[in-house]
């Protein structure tokens, strides 16, 4: 009944980012040397582990309310981080915007990035009030509502698909990728959203890209409002790092990989072999197994704490908090991944030669 206690590590990235928010001067920049330093170099050291579950207890684990705990309750203090945010910044003027205000907000959009949308990426693919509605309570907190369409309805469908914004194709750098993910992501969620009041004959109104627009824009009145320019841009700042951490796991999630089309113009069906799988220990726990990505496309509903490795999918050379700062630099990036892909499809073509 303990073994979900690991995830509760993810309760350190709150707790650096609120120490640099009051104030805590050797904590500025704690949170992001954690996340890119210090979490790259557990990962290479730490050995992996992978545990397989009989049906059984893949039943049993799932139904044990206990892993929904921290899901739910880092959304409180992800609300409270955004609020100590606003409180603290109000005062800013122009000449407190350095280093220090700089490495705070990095930090706190670390926060929004990995439970403002990853554990809103957990919870969004459950059915229930509960955890739709919490999973659009953590977007909102970063200013990325329409991921839960899109995602759910763009993103897995298409995936490693010319057809999906969301997937990064061969050669491309995570610079355009950003540019490609975020407004290929918003205008699919649009066109998504269309298609589903057209077909269902509804009224304009009941199109939930208008209600997340609108809740957006009235957080970020009220914040302006309440709380002033500087805290505003500081929101704003800390949710489109955020937003560029997820996309840049994105990038990384499908690098170069491709699904086949069939004879009749439809593509092959979703396998673990379309994902990037990663069993580093400490990316896993942090973020939920979201490391685990080929068994999570391949089957979108299972709960995190149930998710397998596949051993036999295409694995990231290093953890993910490693792989994301190697992607930042195009030239290192394309020379170990190039190789890699490259690698894993001709281990594929020889597998398929001494199986004919």
Known sequence: MLSFV??????????????????????????P?????????????????????????????????????????????????IYTLCVETASMNLEDFNLAWLGTVFGVGIC????????????GHRNGRLPQLA???????????????????????HVATKNDPATSRYNQTVY???LQS????????????????????????????WHFVSIQALLLIMIGLGFGLFALLSFVSAAITGILLLETINYLEHY??????????????????????CNRSVGRLVLFELTRHSDHHAHAKRPYQILKHYADA?????????????????????????????DYYTEQVDLMFKQA
């Open 112 to 123: 929004c990035g990995t439970f403002g949308i990853n554990v809103a990426h957990e919870l």
């Open 33 to 81: 040397f954690v996340a890119f330093v210090l979490l790259p170099l557990l990962d290479q050291v730490l050995p992996e582990f992978s545990v397989s579950f009989s049906k059984e207890e893949e039943k049993q684990r799932s139904a044990q309310w206990l892993y929904d705990v921290p899901l739910y309750a880092l959304l409180p203090v992800q609300w409270f981080i």
């Open 314 to 342: 295409p694995q990231l050379p290093a953890g993910y908090p490693a792989m994301m700062v190697l992607s930042l630099f195009p030239p290192l990036w394309f020379a170990v991944m190039n190789p890699a892909l490259d």
């Open 182 to 209: 975020t407004i290929g992501s918003w205008n699919s969620a649009w066109k998504i959203e269309q298609t589903r009041i057209t077909k269902k004959s509804l009224p304009w109104w009941n199109n939930q890209m």
């Open 6 to 31: 690991p995830y509760c590590t993810a309760f350190l990235f709150p707790a650096l980012a609120y120490g640099a928010l009051v104030g805590w001067h050797q904590f500025h920049w704690g949170l």
């Open 256 to 277: 170069g990989l491709e699904r086949e089309q069939t004879s009749n113009g439809r593509f092959e069906r979703v396998q673990p072999h379309h994902s990037w799988n």
């Open 176 to 178: 355009a990728f950003w």
């Open 135 to 157: 999973s659009k309570a953590y977007l909102l907190s970063s200013l990325y509502m329409h991921f839960i369409i899109e995602h759910n309805f763009g993103h897995h469908r």
